[in-house]
């Protein structure tokens, strides 16, 4: 009845020769058997109504001739049983060469007219494919639906793809870029195949066309290997979606959907529920062919010969274009379907690169040795190796397929963008935009709630039963992306407000900033190097990307200015390791805070940026002071982000200097200078002249109440330090120490100009936070310039004010209430021990009246910092007077400030008697304890009984006496919490003081004994 209905053909320009040739008279002895295509062709000029041939050989039909309805239901079973046993006779006769425009026979079966746009071939397969798929009465199915029949046709549509997959390893193997002129037969092969499609359910394409076409992807079952190896079905699937329809029905979308991004449990009698998918498959097969360049260096392999380097190359491209052709037609339908597609590839994506339950059972992709001659490539089947996978290789497994995925998918997406026009940009395909954007945002974010309590992960469906190796291969993702990738692709260009990549980037900001800020916790140095990560992206974003962007990412920008302010501050950590990373998310922080205030709006003329001179009219060192020169201009401007563009720009010339110093060595930067000034050429004293310059400026920036201009300044002096630390760091130690500084510097025209400079109490303050970040970044390195600066601060010329009045009896109660309500609130909050004696450490608010001895606090912690950066042994030159120090002003001050840094000098101390006890210096263990017999001789024991009566609060004042003449001292709770941290690491050490007091009280004796002294002066001559 539908052939009835559907077959509506006019007659061909052809007839078959053996029909249009026979004599009636001779049909008796024709014993010839018809093709499948002379059947067909009977067919269709029977259903046309007949047609006769001319003397010119032209076909005249007969019109208006009603065809018996019989006829046409004997002729539609026949046909039915003809598709059955060849489908490709049956769609060339009635669809290749249907008449209409484009349906003539301009093109035959080996010509080239494949116009897939053809209405009358797309109509004609439409109602080839309703024949087809009619349900005959009586004709038994199985529980999915599908029928002996559509199994024979799905088989041939699979051959057909095979086929039409094998010409595409062909071509690829003669060209890496080359275009398959397909053929009109082949065409209408095609559309009928997705006309097909249309008519079959979800279980029937599912179980019977895709399980056939992937087969060569899964384990085969008992019967023994499948019709199609791995290669096959790849190249046969890439062919499939070659062709995919430029609009679909809804029913269609959702078969693909299901077979491009669902797990495939169908394909599988796995009953876990980290089912294969079909994009994972290809992926496993593309990384069985990738060549790892890594590990190709560091193993001893057979190299391959030309032919087998071609073949492997062919077969990785194939795969590889297969996967981006999955990627493309799934996001396209996502789009089209109007449900964030881009979000279900993102974790399609991440399933392919993660463990599935195939891994873990030892299955993998294996050559197999065949004796066919005519075969196009060696069989390559998915099988069970001996022996399930353990932990290492499934763990180099998913960095081998991360590598693939990135390498061979995402980097070209991102060249290919890269090398656009702006105009070919715009109108680039969303799917090359977004699907890395969406990708690196879902890895970002598992690998980040790996360690928080944050998750932003729920418009993803995942499992609780693969969640953990989702994790695991995000972590392998997000490096390769961050290091391989633009970040114009990562963050999908100026749509990253839309897509949430920017909102996810500040999430991760204001995490690291409350870390610094709140508490440290045992995955504080995953969580701070992912948020190094993201500071990185963040500065390229801001230093290459669009001056101005649409006004929900602007907003974006300025809602992380407080994560950045806390990052740029830094933090007490007591871990050297964390110290160097907080120290370099302070500098980026601090840069990104700049870069963000050039972004605000100018309202005033002073915004309009003064010509520079040309660079071939000037030296290069005359170019450099013209840079500077306009930096210092901004700094002068009235206008905020006019002095942040200032202190952008002094920072480019620091950084440009660092990296054309004398001992630089080059490197990958993710940022590069381009505005900067070559000086390669320059001399030393030329650097040192410039970094004094440099300097001189940073340090009048930091009386700027912008807190922008400051941190980035502060930022601008460890830059600077890098190029002349000897002369940057005992330039501030001497603005710290004195407070005023005279230095030779260039001005105008590079003339060398001496200048005298002072500071005030606060810029000497942040001059302190410059060292602090100084000696953190430079590490062990510090000890060329370390004792010189404990030097300055312990002997030098200080003048530092202090509050000789200090608070009054009613102010620092006062003062006392209102510390103690803010701990005792943060306590009511439900905060944790460690979070509440965390805060106890910080020591809470400053109040005004203690301003006065912010300076000598700060002059201290500098102190402290030297301590725990230093050698034992250099620290134990001191100790004498750094113990002085600390019971000084844990006896006699009543500052809060100052005490508190004494505790936490005596608790620095201590740690570096620690550090010395347990440090491994080459193959064996020395532990000299000099620096605990150094504290005993210098009076420790006094500090022992000082920091307990701290603890216990029997230093402070009583309704009956004062403890500190003039002064009133009442209990802090901070320095409380630090000097009981000093003394518990005391306890720790206290078999080794009593060592060290034995070995002090020997060493006493011997210097008072006259025989030991007549043997060192005997000793001292003879040498």
Request: proline share 3%; aromatic share 4%.
């Amino acid at each position: 009845q539908s052939l009835e209905r559907g077959l509506l053909f006019s007659s061909l320009k052809f007839q078959s020769s053996f029909i249009t040739n026979v004599n009636s008279n001779e049909v008796s002895k024709v014993t010839r058997t018809i093709d499948h295509r002379e059947a067909a062709l009977a067919c269709r000029t029977l259903l046309s109504g007949g047609a006769v041939m001319t003397n010119t050989e032209q076909v005249v039909s007969t019109t208006n001739l009603s065809i018996p309805p019989w006829l046409r239901m004997r002729l539609g079973q026949f046909l039915t049983t003809l598709a059955g046993d060849n489908l490709q006779s049956v769609v060339d006769v009635f669809v290749a060469y249907a008449h209409g425009h484009g349906g003539n026979s301009d093109g035959d079966e080996n010509g080239s007219n494949n116009n897939m746009g053809d209405e009358i071939m797309t109509g004609a397969a439409a109602r080839l494919a309703r024949a087809l798929c009619a349900k005959p009465a009586g004709q038994p199915s199985s529980e999915n639906g599908s029928t002996p029949f559509l199994e024979k046709l799905c088989d041939q549509f699979v051959e057909f793809l095979v086929e039409e997959g094998q010409q595409h390893v062909k071509k690829s193997k003669e060209a890496e870029n080359y275009e398959l002129v397909r053929s009109r037969s082949s065409v209408a092969m095609s559309l009928t195949l997705w006309a097909t499609i249309g008519q079959l359910s979800v279980d029937v394409f599912l179980s019977t066309f895709v399980r056939q076409m992937a087969s060569g992807l899964f384990p085969q079952g008992d019967s023994g290997r499948s019709k199609y190896d791995g290669i096959q079905s790849t190249a046969a699937i890439g062919a499939f979606l070659a062709t995919t329809p430029s609009s679909l029905d809804p029913s269609t979308k959702k078969k693909l959907n299901a077979m491009l991004v669902s797990s495939l449990s169908l394909l599988s009698n796995n009953t876990q529920c980290n089912y294969p998918t079909l994009l994972g498959q290809i992926l496993r097969l593309a990384s069985f062919f990738f060549e790892d360049p890594e590990c190709t260096e560091s193993k001893l392999v057979v190299l391959l010969d030309n032919n087998d380097k071609s073949d492997v190359a062919s077969f990785l491209n194939v795969a590889v274009m297969t996967i981006i052709q999955t990627i493309q037609v799934a996001t396209r339908l996502g789009f089209e379907g109007q449900n964030q597609g881009e979000h279900d590839v993102a974790l399609a994506l991440l399933k392919a690169v993660s463990i599935n339950a195939f891994d873990k059972d030892g299955y993998s992709f294996e050559h197999v040795i065949s004796t066919q001659c005519d075969e196009l490539h060696p069989p390559c089947y998915f099988g069970k190796r001996s022996g399930n996978g353990d932990s290492t290789d499934l763990v180099k497994g998913i960095e081998r397929r991360a590598k693939v995925l990135v390498h061979r998918v995402i980097v070209p997406l991102s060249r290919t963008i890269d090398e656009m026009s702006d105009e070919m940009k715009e109108d680039a395909d969303a799917w090359m935009r977004i699907v890395p954007s969406s990708l690196f945002r879902l890895v970002l974010q598992l690998h980040f709630s790996n360690f928080t309590q944050h998750d932003d992960t729920s418009k993803y469906e995942l499992n609780d039963g693969d969640e953990e190796e989702l994790r695991v291969a995000s972590t392998a993702l997000l490096a390769l992306l961050c290091e391989e990738c633009s970040p114009a692709l990562l963050l999908g260009g100026d749509n990253e407000a839309d897509n949430g990549v920017l909102k996810t980037l500040g999430l991760i900001l204001e995490s690291g900033a409350a870390l610094l800020r709140d508490s440290q916790s045992e995955h504080s140095e995953e969580l701070l190097s992912t948020t190094s990560i993201v500071l990185s992206l963040l500065v390229a974003i801001l230093e290459l990307g669009a001056e101005k962007r649409s006004e929900g990412g602007e907003l974006i920008f300025q809602s992380m200015m407080p994560s950045l302010q806390t990052l740029s501050c830094g933090g007490d950590v007591q871990s050297a390791e964390l110290s160097s990373l907080v120290t370099e998310l302070a500098e980026m922080a601090s840069h990104a805070m700049a870069l963000i205030a050039t972004r605000n709006e100018v309202v005033t003329e002073d915004s309009v940026t003064k010509p520079r001179a040309a660079a071939d009219d000037k030296a290069d060192i005359e170019l450099i002071i013209d840079h500077i020169a306009e930096a210092e201009r901004d700094l002068e401007s009235s206008q905020p982000p006019i002095r942040a563009r200032g202190v952008v720009t002094l920072r480019h010339i620091a950084r440009s200097l660092a990296d054309s110093g004398v001992s630089h060595v080059p490197k990958k930067s993710l940022v590069i200078e381009v505005d900067s000034v070559k000086t390669s050429d320059g001399s030393k004293e030329q650097l040192v002249l410039l970094a004094r310059t440099l300097a001189r400026i940073c340090l009048n920036a930091l009386a700027d109440s912008e807190s922008y201009v400051y941190l980035a300044s502060i930022h601008t002096l460890v830059a600077i330090s890098d190029v002349c630390p000897s002369e940057i760091i005992t330039l501030i130690g001497a603005v710290v120490s004195k407070g005023s500084a005279n230095i030779t510097v260039l001005m105008n025209g590079a003339t060398e100009t001496p200048m005298e400079m002072s500071f005030a109490q606060e810029q000497r303050i942040k001059a302190v936070e410059a060292l602090i970040f100084i000696i953190r970044r430079r590490g062990d390195g510090i000890f060329l310039n370390g004792p010189s600066l404990l030097e300055t601060m312990l002997f030098g010329q200080m003048k530092m004010a202090t509050n000789q009045a200090g608070a009054t009896q009613d102010m620092s109660q006062l003062i006392q209430v209102q510390t103690h309500d803010y701990f005792q609130r943060s306590q009511e909050d439900g905060q944790d021990e460690v979070d509440a004696r965390t805060r106890l450490g910080t020591g809470g608010p400053v109040f005004s009246c203690e301003e006065g001895d912010l300076l000598r606090s700060a002059a201290i912690s500098l102190v402290c910092e030297l301590v725990s950066t230093l050698h034992p042994a250099v620290i134990a030159q001191y100790c004498h007077a750094l113990v002085r120090l600390a019971l000084d002003a844990l006896q006699l001050e009543s500052s809060r400030p100052v005490r508190r840094s004494a505790a936490l000098l005596a608790r620095e101390l201590y740690a570096c008697v620690m550090r010395e006890e347990t440090s491994e210096e080459g193959s064996e263990k020395k532990a000299t304890s000099a620096m605990a017999i150094a504290m005993v001789c210098a009076g420790e024991d006094k500090l022992v009984i000082a920091l307990t009566r701290c603890v216990t609060a029997t230093d402070v004042d009583t309704d009956n006496s004062l403890a500190v003449k003039g002064k009133t001292r009442l209990v802090d709770p901070a320095t409380q919490s630090r000097s009981k941290e000093a003394l518990e690491k005391r306890d720790e050490l206290d078999i080794i003081f009593q060592m060290a007091a034995v070995v002090a009280k020997s060493m006493e004796r011997e210097a008072k004994d006259p025989v030991v002294e007549a043997v060192r002066k005997a000793l001292s001559e003879s040498m």
